[in-house]
């Protein structure tokens, strides 16, 4: 299992600290959440902390982006070293603006990822999973940590994965909220690749606490 560190809930008065365990951990992505205040009622890091993050750690950088202009901001969290850009489903007017967001992400030569919240039917993405590199189930409404795990993102991951299986496709899929030890085994169990947890690793031993979910 692929675990993401959510660096929203990092203890942000040691970030060296915090990084140099996470990198001693089972971690192998950090995951980077980007909020803008609009398209999510919270507001957090830009650019210039990725490139911090892109120099402290040797993590791939997984960066979700819960703003209103994700065309815009992709060139600047992709020179800002994003390995994986995921934008919100929810945020892009059309699904030719998608095709050409997606497009644009991987002639920058960077992964590209599309989230949808609880409430966005997974049906939505039924044929854009032909060209993602990643699907970001959220298991909580986008905006903060610390929140209780949504059980109905289950049947999306089901879902998800018998498409990228029965299409053979190399799209990862990666969930996203209330993440801990128990729901992990749940959404492994409903075919995740990849589980964010934030909450859970920064609040307790951060080695401990990833090696329980990889
Ligand atoms: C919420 C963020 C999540 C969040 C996860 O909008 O996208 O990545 O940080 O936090 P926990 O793991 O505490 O639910
Ligand atoms: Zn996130």
Redesign the pocket.
């Known amino acids: 299992m692929i675990v993401a560190p ?1 660096i ?2 990092m203890d942000f008065s040691d970030t060296k600290k915090a990084v140099e365990q996470l990198e001693e951990s089972c971690a192998q992505w950090m ?1 980077f ?1 980007v ?1 803008d205040g609009h398209f ?1 009622p ?1 507001l957090t890091f830009g650019p210039d902390i990725l490139k911090a993050m892109k120099k402290s750690s040797t993590l791939l950088m997984d960066v ?1 982006v ?1 703003i209103s202009d994700p065309l815009k901001y992709a060139p600047v969290f992709i020179k800002a070293g994003a390995d994986i850009y995921t934008f919100h489903y929810e945020a892009v007017e059309s699904v030719e603006k998608i095709r050409e967001l997606i497009a644009e992400v991987h002639q920058m030569g960077c992964k590209a990822g599309i ?1 949808i919240k609880p409430k966005t039917p997974v049906s939505v993405l039924e044929e854009l999973v032909n060209e993602l590199d990643l699907v ?1 189930v ?10 209780k ?1 949504d059980p109905t993102s289950l049947d999306k991951i089901r879902t998800l994965r018998n498409w990228i299986d029965e299409r053979h496709l190399d799209c990862l899929i990666e969930v ?5 030890g128990e729901t992990a085994m749940l959404v492994k169990e409903a075919g995740v690749d990849a589980v ?6 920064f ?1 307790g031993d951060i080695k401990e606490r990833c090696a329980s979910l990889c």
């Not at 964010?196 to 690793?201: L, R």
């Open positions: 959510s929203l809930s995951h959440d909020m999510v919270n979700h819960m989230s970001l959220m298991s909580v409404e986008p905006g903060f940590g610390g929140q795990f996203d909220g209330g993440i801990n964010v947890a934030g909450s859970y690793v609040g």
